[in-house]
């Protein structure tokens, strides 16, 4: 029985019966007519027994769903997803709750498991939205959606501390990825730079370049920031750029002298122009006069001691920039001998109070 109606072998079932068994063909499965209430009863001289099965149209359901995904203005999009139902399965799609159908603006792929839109009109930016689909039979529906935006800003490298010297060439980069049109603007200082006279900006797709071109003065030095953003993002990074501070490569070293020996204090170092150089002896400012004689370059200083009578003592040498200073000291000790026993004369150390002491 169908539904509470007798059936048998015809054009729509196919009956096959053994002593134990019994199958029925149902062979109009084509139509949906097929699905219903099912009943088989069987009997015998001694009783009868019946059981029942419900037969039902497969429902639609998705096996792969759309996904959430994001997309680079002018590059192809598509929206794909999979399902099992019995036919005939009714497609429909969506955005931002509008139907949207085949046209200039899309392209609808349809088979009996799969469907995929083509978004044509993905170099423009009304492409992000939210987009569903949704299947249906004659049993029941399902629907899925996806949330479709520009792909957002981000950096890829980012802006970095950084020490320069006055007079040499200063740029700061950042690389970065994220749809088109992509927006750079840079500050220093939290205040809007642009390309001018002490400014100039490269920019591609992917990155940008500011160069500084007041490098040759100091008041290049600041807190730069570099902003990206898109039609769905922004991002900003910063760096810290300052003088190069001064550092001595070779400091003063502790010298003995003899009264008819030449005297003189050397050392080297390294840092952004202007460098002040200042001597002191025990403690107290010298100056070029007859005592003493002074050389300065970019990366060197030298003290010539002109007066060696009482040229013994402790000197003290340091250097300075806008970005920091340095000091270095040196103790000058008069040697002399006498019947071949030698005479020093060290000077009071101010770092260690037991350092003075005297050898006859």
Request: aromatic share 10%.
């Amino acid at each position: 029985m169908k539904d509470g109606k007798l059936i048998w072998a015809s054009y729509q079932y196919n009956v096959k019966t053994t002593n134990f068994s019994s199958t029925l063909e149902v062979l109009n499965s084509d139509r949906r007519e097929a699905a219903g209430k099912y009943s088989c009863e069987i009997s015998n001289s001694e009783g009868t027994d019946i059981c029942h099965a419900m037969v039902k149209i497969e429902p639609v359901r998705f096996i792969y769903e759309l996904k959430d995904t994001t997309f680079r203005l002018g590059q192809p999009l598509s929206l794909y997803c999979a399902y099992s139902a019995s036919p005939r399965v009714y497609v429909s799609w969506r955005k931002d709750g509008k139907p949207i159908w085949a046209s200039y603006k899309y392209n609808v792929k349809t088979t009996d498991n799969a469907c995929v839109l083509e978004v044509l009109n993905s170099d423009r930016l009304e492409a992000a939205g939210r987009y569903s689909c949704e299947i249906s039979n004659s049993e029941n529906t399902a629907i899925c959606y996806a949330q479709v935006t520009l792909e957002p800003v981000r950096f890829v490298r980012k802006l970095e501390d950084m020490t320069f010297r006055v007079g040499q060439p200063l740029k700061l980069q950042v690389t970065y990825t994220g749809s088109q049109l992509i927006y750079v603007s840079w500050t220093k200082d939290g205040k809007p730079i642009w390309a001018s006279y002490k400014y100039n900006v490269k920019k591609t797709d992917n990155s940008c370049v500011l160069e500084i071109l007041n490098s040759d003065r100091e008041e290049a030095a600041g807190r730069y920031s570099c902003e990206i953003s898109n039609a769905s993002s922004s991002a900003i990074c910063h760096a810290h750029v300052t003088l190069e501070p001064v550092r001595f490569v070779k400091k003063l070293e502790d010298t003995s002298y003899c009264l008819d020996d030449p005297l003189s204090l050397t050392c080297t170092y390294t840092g952004s122009q202007q460098v002040h150089v200042t001597w002191k002896k025990d403690g107290k400012p010298i100056s070029a006069s007859n005592k003493y004689h002074f050389k300065t370059t970019d990366s060197l200083c030298a003290l010539e001691v002109l007066n060696r009578q009482d040229a013994a003592g402790l000197y003290c040498c340091q250097v300075s920039n806008a970005g920091g200073s340095a000091i270095c000291d040196a103790y000058v000790i008069n040697k002399t001998t006498k019947k071949g026993i030698t005479s020093m004369t060290h000077l009071p150390n101010p770092h260690s109070p037991t350092w003075p002491y005297v050898l006859f």
